[in-house]
């Protein structure tokens, strides 16, 4: 009979995102995807650059002439470039974007956006002198957990949740809920508005040192490590 695992983590980003993140761990995770992408194909402004503020953005700008793209970080540039645009990251979020895009400002700019975004960034840097227009590109649609997560969250088992919005921790709570879990739950969040909509989850969520996935990955290493030897 195989040992009992000190702790379960739980992966709840969209599938490529969570299969990286696994792998990066080298540990066995499980994923449960709670949004899914659906792409909108929105009219397009003129514009001569972009800004893209996550990887699903930067999917969304596919068949779209390749131009300059601002990009929150690096993972969003990677994908950027991959489809042919001369992508600059900001390496954080999007204060640093809006810091970025200012110091050198082209115009007008488009920010293709998910109907759930935060920031806005639009509105700020048009204030700022930098003509900006949004496109609405993708919706992020809830999916319900998988039986797997859903058994491990009614379990005893202690349940690692790396969390890196606050709209993922706002429905996983409410999942928990609809579930009854009952396993004790550890959340590792990517900045303190995460581990604020996740307070009913875990009032003591470790935050990541920086909103970034390599600090989420030493997080929740961290947490992992702890559980593990106690």
């Known amino acids: 009979m195989s040992a009992?695992?000190?702790?379960l983590i739980l992966l709840t980003r969209p599938a490529p995102q969570s299969e990286r993140f696994a792998a990066a761990l080298?540990?066995?995770c499980l994923i449960s995807p709670l949004i899914a992408p659906r792409f909108l194909f929105p009219a397009i402004p003129p514009h001569e650059a972009l800004i893209l503020t996550s990887e699903t953005g930067a999917l969304a700008a596919r068949g779209l002439a390749p131009c300059r793209a601002f990009c929150v970080g690096d993972r969003t540039a990677a994908t950027a470039r991959a489809l042919g645009f001369d992508a600059t990251s900001a390496s954080g979020d999007a204060e640093?974007?809006?810091a970025l895009i200012l110091s050198a400002p082209v115009a007008p700019l488009l920010h293709l956006r998910g109907r759930e975004a935060r920031g806005e960034i639009a509105a700020r840097l048009t204030a700022a002198g930098v003509p900006t227009a949004e496109a609405l590109a993708y919706a992020q649609e809830e999916q319900d957990l998988t039986a797997e997560a859903q058994a491990a969250l009614r379990g005893q088992t202690p349940v690692i949740a790396p969390l890196f919005s606050p709209?993922?921790?706002q429905i996983l709570a409410a999942e928990a809920k609809r579930i009854?879990?009952?396993a004790p739950l550890r959340v590792v969040a990517m900045s303190q508005a995460v581990a604020q909509a996740a307070r009913s989850l875990d009032p003591s969520a470790l935050i990541a040192a920086r909103p970034d996935g390599d600090s989420m990955l030493e997080a929740t290493l961290t947490l992992w490590n702890r559980l593990a030897l106690a």
């Open 4 to 7: 009992q695992p000190r702790a």
């Open 26 to 28: 080298g540990l066995d």
């Open 96 to 98: 640093a974007l809006i």
């Open 167 to 169: 709209r993922s921790a």
């Open 180 to 182: 009854g879990a009952t």
